[in-house]
């Protein structure tokens, strides 16, 4: 489940591999920066908000903190995406607060609850939770969150990342899909899509699928149409459990 923990990323025993160094050039989007040696390197952890006019001010974000500054690369793994970006959590030089944490504090990100390392994922899921706190950024729009009771609005962000908030109907096995229901007609309501092989991992965590029904969470992922909209899970990290009713 989402955790918080209000430290800065590697104080807060967020132990992550040297990968290199650099300077920064340019920003290609707003979560992608070009070095002097050429390299593009993807934050990790976190997603740009919606793209438009409030996305561009979150590239001008980026720029602010890192353009023409040295910085220093970390994570466990430099191999390139697939679109060849070095992926990593990024130190502007000489700090010890990620740019990811950065842009998270501000309301200029979302984050994405890829980073599996605990520690790591808990100072990002802080940096989110303090700037929707404080309405910072676009925490200052009270619709960032979508009611999972609205489908119509959940579905007019389809093949976009989404947070969406709501009570668990009912929580139903079919073949090897568990479906947290937040409605009964499947045609139209939102619902959370969780693959058998994700089971252990929540049972690990101390989560029984059962056990969120009739329990209010918040979902983040990417929206999908089958049927209703729909956010399929594939990190324990994406559901966080708000509370009964």
Known sequence: ???????????????????????????????????????????????????????????????????????????DDDTPDRYGRQPAFVFLAGSDVSVQTM?????????????????CAATLVAAEASARAAKRGIWANGSVIKNAESPGDISAGIGRFMLVEGRVLSVRQAGATTYLNFGRNWTRDFAVTIPKRMIAAFETAGVLLKSLENQRIRVRGWVEAHGGPRIEVLRVGQIERLGEN
Request: net charge negative; charged share 20%.
């Open 1 to 75: 489940m989402l955790a918080a923990a209000a430290k800065p990323a590697n104080a807060a025993g967020c132990s992550l591999a040297p990968q290199g160094e650099g300077r920064v050039t340019a920003v290609i989007d707003a979560r992608t920066l070009r070095l002097d040696d050429g390299r593009d390197v993807s934050l990790v952890g976190i997603e740009p908000v919606a793209p438009g006019s409030a996305g561009a001010s979150r590239t001008a974000a980026l720029s602010a903190i890192t353009i023409g500054r040295d910085i220093t690369l970390h994570g």
């Open 103 to 119: 842009l998270l504090t501000q309301g200029d990100a979302l984050v994405a609850a890829t980073v599996t390392e605990p520690d």
